[in-house]
């Protein structure tokens, strides 16, 4: 059992407990891709977990499985998802209607994608609450009115007339953002919400969690590739490496004393911040030699193995199990197995 | 020394408003004036609708501005003809931010890198084949990716393929509109890299576009911060880190997500 949660909630039930999940797809082909290959981790309400992954880490299938969003060629190969005691993964297609949104809020990647073109804006806010709750005329628009002013201070009204193509991207992220949390989930999956933004909209965005975080205390899962955004978000950190999580521990300690070398490399390949001397700038960016492995040839051992600069012989035969360093810190690497 | 490029006094306007007839004119550029010296980079940093793009395609010949000048090697584009602009045009090549939709996904490497010899009308079949295969090679891709379609590489290898392809006809300046900006950042080092090093080799100068200060400062030589339009503030990278002036400069640098190594210290601007 991994990644537990602060000892000050631990005698609160987690919120969301996620036992050696694995998912896989499987292409036309009939190869077999793992994407998530055992996973194990606790979320506490009100917790802020920040999922660092790159490309083909299986980030985005964490988030598809716990809205049970996969698609046709994706499978749950074992495995268990409890949302508040219940198992998501054995949820019937009603009671899904009722979790999603309802219970977990999901906040897309595209925003441009996601917001129906022809619809205004609050009518599409309304519909989140409509397919949840039965609310009168009345309620409905002081509901709507509500949401869109807790995401966009001023201009509520204005935007609520809108339609998605009339918004900039900053302002649709605010908007699904709203229809996240429009019935009051416990828990927001947020994947890659700031990524096509511009850094002051990001901040803003980050700004915003921060404050619904506090005002409705939400739990939320932050996926992203770029660890800077977790830094002052985050309360903890799981890396998501092959479909396995290379660390999960306070944020702080992730990102300031990261203890497995993928983690470590990572942080590494981060622009040097303004290094003022002339010979520093334009110094070769750290980089990680080779690429992520292929998914659907899962070869024995730790998948980062081929990769590592620490990589020593077990590393080939046998993956590594999470090992406790630190109180909350696990990391799943030889360097620190028993 | 005469600069590589030099813009002056750019302005560039489209037609507003919902009628087809109506005057209304939105100033994508207002007066953009900027020069880049052979073999050295210059990294345009500004918010989405500052008017880095627009500048971009009119450097690249892509738009015809409104005024203003742009010479090259000393020489007004405006005043190249036809086939003048033809000869002119390889000289400066662009990579742009979405690897998905500058490259045909159902073309082979091969054939992507092929392309600006086939527009160009250079070299027979094998010689190009032979180039774009050297080329493939400069920007590590390995040559059993070749014959890959272009929708079966990952992200990285896309990005590479596009200066790749870039690199083709031999420019001189490349610009690079938020080029890093989609990938992974283990990937984006290794990108970053891989242009510093073709700049060292091939004496390449860069106009790099984007909005992540942090990378900017680490591949330029000067900044430029572009505000609606205009440049607001310009400078050698580290007068501009050590002391921005502009109001819009300030903003930027406060909105990169810090990363101090300090364990006492988490800030996000």
Same mark, same amino acid.
């Given at each position: ?17 996620? %036992? ?5 797809? @499987? ?10 290959? =055992? ?122 007339? @809108? ?32 990524? @096509? ?17 506090? %005002? ?123 | ?153 990952? =992200? ?77 503030? @310009? ?35």
């Amino acid at each position: 059992m991994g990644g537990k949660c602060p000892p000050l909630v631990q005698e609160m039930t987690p919120l969301l407990e996620v %036992k050696n999940l694995h998912v896989s797809y @499987s292409a036309r082909t009939g190869e077999v891709c793992h994407a998530l290959a =055992g996973v194990n981790f606790d979320l506490a309400p009100g917790e802020i977990l920040g999922v660092l992954g790159e490309s083909g880490s299986g980030k985005s299938t964490l988030a598809a499985t716990f809205l049970r969003l996969l698609p046709s060629n994706g499978k749950i190969q074992k495995g268990s998802v409890l949302l508040e005691g219940e198992n998501l993964l054995e949820a019937s297609a009603q009671d899904l209607r009722k979790i999603r949104g309802g219970r977990i809020g999901l906040i897309p990647q595209e925003p441009s994608s996601s917001l129906h073109p022809t619809l205004q804006i609050g009518q599409q806010v309304s519909d989140v609450l409509t397919a949840h709750e039965t609310l009168d005329r009345r309620s409905l628009n002081h509901k709507t009115s509500q949401l869109l002013a807790s995401v966009f201070p001023k201009d509520a009204q204005r935007i609520s007339r @809108s339609y998605p193509h009339e918004l900039s991207g900053g302002q649709r992220q605010r908007v699904l953002i709203a229809q996240a949390i429009a019935c009051g989930p416990s828990l927001v999956v947020a994947d890659e919400p700031t990524a @096509s933004l511009d850094p002051t909209t990001q901040q803003e965005i980050l700004h915003l969690f921060r404050t619904l975080r506090q %005002k409705l205390g939400l739990a939320m899962i932050f996926i992203t590739h770029n660890p800077a955004l977790l830094a002052g978000l985050a309360d903890r950190i799981l890396v998501l490496y092959a479909g396995r999580i290379a660390e999960i521990g306070p944020a702080a300690r992730v990102l300031y004393s990261p203890q497995h070398p993928y983690t470590a490399a990572l942080l590494r390949c981060l622009p040097s911040h303004f290094a003022e001397s002339r010979s520093a700038r334009k110094a070769k960016p750290s980089v990680i030699p080779g690429e992520p492995p292929d998914l659907s040839l899962r070869e024995n051992g730790c998948q980062f193995e081929p990769r590592c600069a620490e990589r020593m012989e077990v590393c080939k035969s046998d993956e590594p199990s999470a090992a406790v360093v630190n109180e909350l810190h696990e990391v799943s690497c030889f360097k620190f197995a028993g | 020394m005469r600069p590589l490029l030099k813009v002056e006094n750019l302005v560039k306007h489209y037609a507003a408003g919902r009628s087809t007839r109506s005057k209304d004119r939105l100033a994508a550029l207002d007066g953009v004036s900027l020069s880049i010296p052979s073999g050295e980079t210059l990294a345009l940093v500004g918010e989405s609708g500052s008017g880095k793009s627009t500048l971009a395609l009119c450097i690249a010949c892509l738009e015809t501005p409104t005024s203003g000048s742009i010479s090259f090697e000393g020489i007004d584009v405006a005043t190249l003809d036809e086939n003048q602009q033809r000869l002119f045009r390889p000289q400066i090549q662009l990579v742009f931010q979405d690897p998905a939709s500058s490259l045909n996904p159902r073309w082979t490497a091969l054939e992507i890198v092929s392309e600006p010899f086939l527009v160009q009308r250079r070299f027979t079949k094998p010689d190009r084949t032979v180039r774009a295969l050297q080329l493939l090679d400069r920007v590590a891709i390995p040559r059993k990716l070749a014959g890959r379609r272009a929708d079966e590489l990952s =992200g990285g290898q896309k990005q590479r393929l596009a200066i790749a392809r870039a690199l083709a006809l031999e420019p001189k300046l490349i610009i690079l509109d938020e080029a890093l900006s989609a990938l992974d950042c283990s990937v984006q080092a290794l990108i970053a890299n891989l242009l510093l090093e073709l700049q060292a080799s091939l004496g390449l100068a860069y106009l790099f576009i984007t909005h992540d200060f942090a990378m900017a400062a680490h591949l330029a030589d000067r900044i430029a911060v572009m505000d609606r339009g205009r440049i607001v503030e @310009s400078g050698p990278t580290e007068n501009i880190l050590r002391s921005p002036n502009h109001e819009a400069t300030r903003a930027l640098l406060a909105a990169v997500p810090r990363f101090i190594e300090s364990p006492s210290v988490l800030v996000t601007a």
